[in-house]
């Protein structure tokens, strides 16, 4: 699980953020699959309990603003997992 953390969460930021630049919904879906373990792994802490499994459902949202053509909706919605990525890097190498 462990090696799939860190690389697929990582790449699964890149992959929003050229999707979002180039407009392809269709990477925001396979960004979505990539932060699935991350989800995963924190839908079994007690303090993410349900909200770990929102953070792929936030790219399948972005997904459909991106069709729209409402990017900015969509970078919103992808906002709280990178957040969510730099506090959890952060509490990680502060342990």
Known sequence: ??????????A???LCIIALSIRKSKLLVLSSIL???????LAATSRFLV?????????????KFVTKKMIWVGVLLVIPNFLLVGWLGFVVLNQ
């Open 35 to 41: 932060i699935f373990p991350m989800s995963l792994y």
């Open 51 to 63: 909200w770990g499994l929102i953070f792929p459902l936030l790219y399948l949202g972005a997904t």
């Open 1 to 10: 699980m462990q090696l799939l953390f860190w690389p697929c969460t990582i």
């Open 12 to 14: 699964s930021l890149i």
